[in-house]
């Protein structure tokens, strides 16, 4: 048994697709969504909406990642109140049709 609230971790979800993964994430009460990334703007539209009842809403990163920099990414993640080494969790679904 612990004292208090338990420690909620950040995870990032890129190749978020609707936020499915990240969603599995949230509702076990111990992660924050804090970033979204994916190609497709409505699938960046669902995330938004999906995890908009948290405490923060997530940075959203459309576009191709494999354009993206890190330091933009890392920025994104700072407007955001997350700093460098502040991520907990990193998951991602990369799309299985180009490689299939």
Known sequence: MTDGPLRRYTVAEFFCGCGGLSRGF????????????????EAIRTIA?????????P???????RTMSFDAILAKL???????????C???????????
């Open 59 to 65: 940075a959203i990163l459309t576009g191709d990642i």
């Open 26 to 41: 949230w509702r076990t009460g111990r992660f924050r969504v804090v970033a979204g990334n994916d190609i497709k703007p």
């Open 78 to 88: 700072h407007s955001h109140n997350i700093n460098r080494d502040e991520l907990d």
């Open 49 to 57: 909406l999906s995890h908009g009842d948290d405490d923060i809403s």
């Open 90 to 100: 990193l998951i991602g679904g990369p799309p299985c049709q180009g490689f299939s």
